[in-house]
Each structure stands twice: as structure tokens, then as C-alpha cells.
């Protein structure tokens, strides 16, 4: 039997021996990887879906989509950017789904993440699951494919490519995907001030 293997959360790269021993399914160097990664992924589905409760299922999809999909990692991409991709495929086949279009209801504020420990105020705190409420509500009107590239860059915060190369898409693509996103949250800003300066943002 393997030793337990630890490694560092922070860490982009892992050791080759470590991604070797993944790819022949290597139970503990698995869990060792994909552990250290978890949060990073929650996080990212987190972002594209929303607060809800599905991003525990899609997290154990993607992980679980990880492992089959191991042994064919060649390290074309850091394998934590590797497990983003198969994140944001998970993310898009389950905002595809009729069912999910469907469902109009919010959950409540408290199951917004709440930056519990992170020094600020609780009013501040508050504010911003109220905001996260909005946006999230105004997107369920958008596309996968434009809401998660917005996403990935407006609120996220990643550079054009690093979406693109998420998605699997081209740059220009991307772009007229975080246009469009844009274009359609505009129509729905006209009474909502904040969501207006989002949707503005800069240039793509």
C-alpha cells in the first residue's frame, strides 16, 4: 500500500512521480491531488452556478470525472488548470439542463456564502450575499456559455485566454460571449444601479 502523500493546497505544479502514479490510479497520490484542489473547484462552481446547493454534487461529478479521466492526462496544462477545464464542463452541462433553467427560486441569503472569517463587517458581509442574490437571479435569464464566460472574466476576474482555454473556446468567442452577457444584463439593469456598473466593467 501507497504512504499517505501530502502536498501543498498552494502549489501549481505537482511532482511528475505524483502525476505519474494518478494516471495509473494510484489511490492515495489521487486523493492527495485532487484534496489540495477541492477547495479552488468549489469555489470555481460556486462562481458559475450559484449559491446553491448543487455545488457539492458537481464538485464529487468533477472529481470523480477527474479520476476516470486521469490516466489520458498527458500535462498539456497544469493539472490544476486541467481540473478547472473538467470543472467548467461540469458546470455547463448542468446549466443546460431544463430542469435547472427552470427553477426560478433563489436560495435564501444564508446560503450564500458569507466570507465567514475573512475581517469583515457583518453589515458588509450581508450586503454582499444581497448582491450575489441579484446577479445570480439576473443571470438565470442568460446562456450557459455566456454566463460562465462573464463570469469567469468580469467577476472572476481571469485574463480573456485563461477563459477561452477554460471553455474550450476560441478568443474571439470568449469576447463576444462576455459582450453579449453584458448586453443582455444591461436590459436588466435599468432599475438596478449595481448591477449596471457590473455589466459595464471594461472592455473584453
Not at 494518478?22 to 479552488?40: F, K, M, N, Q, S
Not at 468549489?42 to 448543487?54: D, F, H, I, Q, T
Request: glycine share 6%; proline share 6%; aromatic share 4%.
Amino acid at each position: 500500500m501507497q504512504n499517505v502523500v501530502a502536498i501543498d493546497p498552494q502549489r501549481r505544479e505537482e511532482p511528475p512521480d505524483l502525476v505519474e502514479r494518478c494516471r495509473r490510479g494510484d489511490r492515495a497520490a489521487l486523493e492527495a491531488v485532487l484534496t489540495a484542489h477541492a477547495p479552488y473547484l468549489e469555489r470555481l462552481l460556486g462562481r458559475v452556478v450559484g449559491p446553491r446547493a448543487e455545488v457539492e454534487d458537481l464538485l464529487q461529478a468533477t472529481l470523480a470525472a477527474a479520476i476516470s479521466a486521469f490516466p489520458r492526462f498527458r500535462g498539456e496544462a497544469q493539472v490544476r488548470t486541467w481540473l478547472a477545464r473538467i470543472a467548467v464542463r461540469t458546470a455547463h452541462d448542468h446549466l443546460r439542463r431544463a430542469e435547472f433553467r427552470k427553477r426560478g427560486e433563489l436560495p435564501s441569503l444564508e446560503a450564500v456564502p458569507d466570507g465567514e472569517g475573512d475581517g469583515r463587517r457583518a453589515e458588509d458581509r450581508l450586503d454582499a450575499q444581497q448582491r450575489a442574490a441579484r446577479l445570480y437571479e439576473h443571470l438565470q435569464a442568460i446562456g450557459p456559455k455566456k454566463r460562465i464566460a462573464f463570469l469567469l472574466h468580469i467577476v472572476e476576474g481571469h485574463p480573456i485566454e485563461e477563459v477561452a482555454a477554460l471553455m474550450g473556446a476560441s478568443k474571439p468567442a470568449t469576447k463576444s460571449r462576455i459582450f453579449w452577457a453584458r448586453r443582455e444584463l444591461m436590459k436588466r439593469a435599468a432599475r438596478d444601479p449595481w448591477l449596471k456598473t457590473l455589466a459595464e466593467g471594461n472592455e473584453p
